[in-house]
């Protein structure tokens, strides 16, 4: 199984590629990842959201029987 190609700002906490629009996480939006490494998941997050001057909150949850983890932007 591939991958494909990660760029700069995927994740693959769990080795799945996940692609998030970045352009489009405007303040007060929120996204969830499902996933079972959060911690792993929220390190990768935490990396992105530094680079690019995001202000956000994290929370490890389940929404609709999965795991993962909600990301709000703050600023």
């Given amino acids: 199984m591939t991958q494909g190609i990660l760029r700069t ?5 769990d080795g799945v590629r996940i692609a998030i629009n970045w352009d489009a996480f405007v ?3 929120s996204i ?3 996933c079972i490494n959060t911690k792993l998941a929220v ?5 992105i959201t530094n680079d690019n001057d995001f202000k956000c909150c994290s929370v490890v949850r ?10 709000w932007r703050m600023v």
């Avoid at 389940?62 to 990301?71: A, C, D, P, Q, T």
């Fill in 32 to 34: 969830f990842v499902p």
């Fill in 62 to 71: 389940v929404e609709n029987n999965k795991m993962g983890v909600r990301l």
């Fill in 9 to 13: 700002n995927d994740i693959n906490p």
């Fill in 43 to 47: 390190r990768q997050l935490e990396v």
């Fill in 27 to 29: 303040v007060g939006a």
